[in-house]
């Protein structure tokens, strides 16, 4: 990006790939077709870039194209998979599965079919931001039908064992839908492999446009069938009614191709650039520690606590030139701690001290080194002012007082 500000949250959304943009264009006035029109050579030349896009998506996860639905983006699919699986099975049994470090799409919904009369257990994680597999196989019940797991986690990157899961679930007969809206088009993603059922993700997370996502849902062995939770013209096999978003479907196929072609060679560049940050971050500077795993975790990611230093604080220093993204939750009238860092079992002091640095495709070498330099800089001069610092460094820990 052309640009002299530092863009370094590209897990709350990444720039639209030009060569996304391109293929994007002529679909908004030289190709206005609706997908569903099968009278006339429009509607064709849309239902033609839409199949297109549909297959590139399903290479891309090595599925079918029949099992893409595509919706507005991923809290809709996230909605679909949760909603639409309860409304139809919840004769079978009302049980479902999940974990507090999942993305508020999933645990509001969960909250919600809670009030329907569904029963929810949310599995706790260790420190390393991981579930434990025994525990989950414990917490099946003969009423459950669904775990929902997410692939990679939004704010720490950590990834679940996802094939464990899979077979665990599929010991047991019951469905497994996952959030791989951080990890689809980052590392390889593929549901059959994994024993994944149903899948949410999202374009403008792969370098795609925003408001265009999908729901993988499994086609064969087994069939999953939704109940759909948009009524209307009956599109996207009566899952997902709605006039299709041609251009946004055409950049996400496109966004979806560059990811199987460049990831690979995408995710070593990066995991080169954000080791690097993190080990000069750690020389340059005392009592900072990273949150979640450092072995399963995705390679463009890390999230890192300054002890004693707050982290919208500490963002305010550079926030001019540079967008991070701290371990704060923007509530209605205050800052809460992030609840995925409460989860890894971070005090309420050591969650607000988090700094969340996700890279990505346009980050240089340059960026990072300002960035090093941009956070080493605030880090020093906010613990330069502190009289708390100044008392942890004379060995009184405010932390054991309470
Ligand atoms: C961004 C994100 C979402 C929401 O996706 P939208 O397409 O913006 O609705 C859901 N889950 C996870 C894990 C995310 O990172």
Redesign the pocket.
């Given at each position: 990006m052309k640009n002299t500000r530092i863009y370094l949250d590209n897990?709350?959304?990444t720039p639209c790939d030009p060569r996304v943009i391109e293929a994007m264009l002529p679909y908004f006035y030289e190709k206005p077709g609706n997908a569903a029109s099968r009278n006339h050579p429009f509607g064709w030349e849309a239902e033609e870039a839409v199949d297109q896009a549909r297959q590139q998506i399903a290479r891309l996860l090595q599925a079918d194209s029949k099992e893409i639905v595509f919706t507005?983006?991923?809290?809709?699919a996230?909605n679909l998979a949760l909603k639409g699986i309860f409304e139809l099975y919840r004769r079978k049994g009302q049980h479902i599965i999940s974990v507090t470090t999942e993305?508020k799409?999933?645990l509001d919904t969960c909250k919600h079919l809670e009030k329907l009369g569904a029963s929810i257990t949310l599995l706790e994680v260790s420190t390393d931001g991981l579930i434990d597999l025994g525990q989950l196989e414990a917490a099946i019940r003969p009423d459950t039908i669904l775990v929902s797991v997410?692939w990679a986690?939004?704010e720490t990157g950590v990834i679940q064992p996802m094939a464990a899961i899979g077979e665990i679930c599929a010991r047991h007969g019951i469905f497994f839908f996952s959030?791989a809206?951080?990890a689809v088009g980052k590392i390889p993603c593929h549901p059959r492999e994994n024993g994944i059922h149903l899948m949410?993700f999202?374009a403008?997370?792969m370098y795609g446009p925003?408001g265009v996502?999908a729901l993988y849902v499994s086609n064969q062995n087994p069939r999953v069938k939704l109940a759909a939770q948009m009524d209307g013209g009956g599109h996207e096999r009566g899952m997902r009614s709605g006039t299709l978003n041609v251009p946004g479907i055409v950049g996400f196929g496109k966004a979806a191709a560059l990811a199987g072609e460049e990831m690979q060679e995408e995710a070593k560049r990066l995991g080169r650039l954000r080791d690097h940050f993190e080990s000069v971050v750690r020389a340059q500077l005392e009592e900072v520690y990273i949150n979640g795993s450092t072995r399963h975790r995705m390679p463009h990611v890390t999230n890192l606590s300054f002890r004693h230093v707050e982290g919208e604080t500490l963002m305010m220093t550079f926030n001019q030139t540079m967008a991070v993204s701290s371990g704060s939750a923007c509530t209605s009238a205050s800052l809460d701690p992030s609840h995925v860092l409460v989860a890894l079992g971070l005090s309420d002091d050591m969650a607000h001290a988090a700094l969340r640095i996700s890279l990505g495709r346009f980050t240089t070498a340059e960026d990072v080194e300002r960035a090093i330099e941009a956070i080493a800089k605030g880090v020093r001069q906010l613990r330069a002012e502190s009289p708390v610092w100044e008392m942890f460094k004379d060995g009184i820990d405010l932390e054991s007082i309470g």
């Open positions: 897990n709350a959304t507005s983006g991923a809290t809709e996230d993305h799409a999933v997410m986690n939004n959030d809206t951080q949410a999202s403008h997370k925003k996502g």
